[in-house]
């Protein structure tokens, strides 16, 4: 098939249209651009890497559209797996030409070995650690390599566990709050599917490690992920719509929470003590 845009041999097709390698890049690229502009993205940037191909791309584009980044690794210290991920993280940032900051959670007594729920904590753990990265280093926000598919299969996952107020936080953009130490948070892949992403790391030739985390094995939202890319192949651009959808609902969450000031660390929390300090308490306890 060939390319609707020029002559050359489609590599994908998208919503019924084909794309050749570089018309894809366009695409991809224009999405990327759409994010930034509706949210008046502009100053230092700092990119969380992960390792995978998503935090790979998101870093790609935005080097690409020359906006000022700042990459760093957040080091989970899970077997083997941080490793190999903070290895590519690195050649990625070789490849552009970037320095890489690394964040151990080690540094703060914290390890997921032990914990019942490890993505859970993993998570709060991540959260916390970028705004603080960001924080510290007076970035003007923070990005993530979070896609569409990762947007919309979280939110069936919370609803999936009766966990509505986890809505929290995954919308494409959320508003930094000097007062509470909050720098801002973008996705600037939030428009473009998990196909979509790899096939833009593998066309840029980036760098992206292959292991799965070990704890991410039989998760409940590999089957809901598939389950989304079925519907998307009969019912195209239903992610799109659905993530719209989940937008709104967490705008009109937001309406009714408020935020603290955590009493130990001084950065935001919806309790009085944030959920961070509770992790770090609690596993100071299990070392004695
Ligand atoms: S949350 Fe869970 Fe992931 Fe953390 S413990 Fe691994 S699978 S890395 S995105
Ligand atoms: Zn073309
Ligand atoms: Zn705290």
Redesign the pocket.
């Known amino acids: 098939m060939k390319c609707r845009y020029c002559s050359r041999e489609a590599i994908e097709i998208i919503n019924g249209k084909a794309y050749c390698e570089e018309h894809f890049s366009k695409y991809f690229l224009g999405k990327v651009r759409s994010i930034i502009d509706k949210f008046n993205i502009k100053g230092e940037i700092a990119v969380a890497l992960?390792g995978g191909k998503d935090s790979a791309a998101c870093l790609h584009a935005l080097h690409s559209m020359g906006m000022e980044v700042k990459p760093f690794y957040i080091n989970?210290r899970?077997p083997s797996?941080s490793e190999a991920c903070e290895k590519k993280a690195a050649q990625l940032c070789d490849m552009l030409g970037y320095e890489m900051k690394v964040i151990d959670v080690a540094e703060y007594g914290i390890s997921?070995e032990k914990e019942r729920k490890?993505?859970s904590t993993?998570?709060t753990v991540?959260r916390y650690l970028m705004n603080k990265f960001a924080f510290d280093e007076k970035c003007t926000c923070v990005a993530t390599g979070h896609n569409l598919s990762d947007a919309v299969t979280f939110a069936f996952n919370n609803l999936a566990n009766v966990n509505i107020l986890n809505f929290r936080g995954n919308k494409p953009y959320l508003e930094g709050k000097e007062e509470y130490r909050m720098v801002a948070k973008v996705k600037p892949l939030y428009w473009l599917k998990d196909k979509e992403c790899m096939l833009y790391t593998i066309i840029n030739n980036l760098p992206f490690a292959e292991e799965e985390?070990?704890?991410?094995i039989n998760?409940p939202t590999l089957k809901i992920k598939d389950w989304l890319h079925a519907l998307e192949g009969e019912w195209p651009n239903i992610m799109v719509n659905l993530a719209k959808s989940f937008w709104r609902l967490e705008e009109m969450m937001e309406k009714e929470t408020n935020i603290n000031i955590c009493k130990k660390c001084g950065f935001a929390s919806y309790g009085s003590i944030c959920k961070f300090c509770k992790i770090r308490a609690k596993m100071e306890k299990q070392e004695k």
């Open positions: 992960s989970l899970i797996y997921l490890p993505c993993c998570g991540k985390c070990p704890y991410s998760a």
